[in-house]
Nanobody, 124 residues
């Protein structure tokens, strides 16, 4: 079955950088859409970035454009999220998610059936 495992979260000062990784297992990696989402308590889980792993096409929320970069390593079955110029408002639990097929757009959480357990990012 499909498994996603996030890593790389932690605490950082404002202006700093972090790199999150999502390891995907359980099926053929290419031909899917992998996204990063974030959630703070009592708020909706929001899409941050997504990538179609076959084409490499990327999508970003306006709030992170120019600061975050999503990339994939098909040989390692991994999707990474490089976060730079972090702000306190980036503090959240970050989740990796996957759906079969192309992304086509920055999709909402309802479009993703597979999720990782999350990794905490704290910016102070």
């Amino acid at each position: 079955h499909v498994q996603l495992v996030e890593s790389g979260g932690g605490s950082v000062q404002a202006g700093g950088s972090l790199r999150l990784s999502c390891a995907v297992a359980g099926f053929t990696f290419s031909g899917n859409c992998t996204g990063w989402f974030r959630q703070v308590p009592e708020e909706e889980r929001e899409a941050v970035a997504a990538i179609s792993t076959t084409t490499g096409t990327t999508y970003y929320a306006d709030s992170v454009k120019g600061r975050f970069t999503i990339s994939r390593d098909n040989a390692k079955n991994m999707v990474n999220l490089q976060m730079s110029r972090l702000k306190p408002e980036d503090t959240a639990m970050y989740y990796c998610a996957l759906r079969f097929g192309y992304c086509g757009k920055l999709r909402s959480k309802a479009d993703f059936p597979y999720w990782g357990q999350g990794t905490q990012v704290t910016v102070s």
